[in-house]
C-alpha cells in the first residue's frame, strides 16, 4: 500500500496531462508534433501529484511522519520517486501519442489512413 496508491494517481495525473497537452497542440497550435515545452509542466505535475500523495498515505495515515520525521519522508516522496515518475513518463508518452493518432502513415508512400473510431463500414 506503500507506493501503490501514489503510484495510481501519478498514473492518473500523466495521462490526464498528456491528454491536455495533445488537445492543445492539436486545438490551439494545428500539429500533430509535439511541443517540447509541454513535457517539463506535465513531469513536474505529475512528480508533485505522487509527492503529495505519497506524503498523506505514507507520512500522516500510516504514522511515517511520527517515526521518521519530516526530512526522511520528504526526501523519500520527492527524490526518490523522480527516476520512477521519469521511467514511466518516457515510456507512456509516446505510446499514448500513437494511440491517439488520428491516422496512421504507410512507410514509403505519401498514404495515410484514417482511423475509424465508432464508424461501421458496409459493404
Not at 523519500?76 to 520512477?84: D, G, H, W
Request: proline share 4%.
Amino acid at each position: 500500500m506503500g507506493i501503490f496508491f501514489p503510484a495510481v494517481v501519478c498514473g492518473i495525473t500523466m495521462l490526464t496531462t498528456l491528454y491536455l497537452q495533445i488537445l492543445i497542440e492539436r486545438v490551439y497550435f494545428h500539429r500533430e508534433k509535439t511541443l517540447i515545452v509541454l513535457h517539463f509542466p506535465n513531469v513536474m505535475f505529475s512528480w508533485l501529484m505522487y509527492g503529495v500523495t505519497y506524503i498523506s498515505v505514507n507520512g500522516f495515515m500510516l504514522g511515517g511522519l511520527a517515526e521518521r520525521g519530516r526530512a526522511a519522508v520528504a526526501v523519500e516522496a520527492f527524490l526518490s520517486s523522480f527516476p520512477l515518475v521519469m521511467g514511466c513518463y518516457v515510456i507512456t508518452a509516446p505510446l499514448f501519442r500513437r494511440a491517439l493518432r488520428r491516422y496512421y502513415p504507410v512507410k514509403g508512400t505519401n498514404i495515410v489512413y484514417l482511423k475509424l473510431k465508432g464508424i461501421s463500414r458496409e459493404k
